[in-house]
Nanobody
């Protein structure tokens, strides 16, 4: 019923920028994003945490993206974003969004299917 869809991925040259978005659908107006996280996974590597916003608004970034990436949340649009600047080939990965949804007396989580970001040399 509830789906998360990432968009904005593609190919970009080293040093360039890219903005990813993740939009939820099927919430029926009863739930909204309350906490969000971005993860990424490169071929042959473990999935790793990139950035996130907690329920209380606290923001955390992985050391390798700190100062270059910015995570944000638009609760009214049920959309989360990841602005990526100064990209390098090590940022090449499939990026996944993970969101917690809050509603009347309940919370649940959902993962997106991922969007590929390729940074060329």
């Amino acid at each position: 019923q509830v789906r998360l869809v990432e968009s904005g991925g593609g190919i970009v040259q080293s040093g360039g920028s890219m903005r990813l978005s993740c939009t939820a659908s099927g919430l029926g107006g009863a739930f909204a994003m309350s906490a969000v996280e971005w993860y990424r996974q490169a071929p042959g590597s473990q999935r790793e945490f990139v950035a996130g916003i907690g329920r209380d608004g606290d923001i955390n970034y992985a050391d390798r993206v700190k100062g270059r990436f910015t995570v944000s949340l638009d609760s009214a649009k049920n959309t989360m974003y990841l602005q990526m600047n100064s990209l390098n080939p090590d940022d090449t990965a499939v990026y996944y969004c993970n969101a917690e949804f809050g509603g009347p007396g309940a919370y649940f989580g959902k993962w997106g299917q991922g969007t590929l970001v390729t940074v060329s040399s």
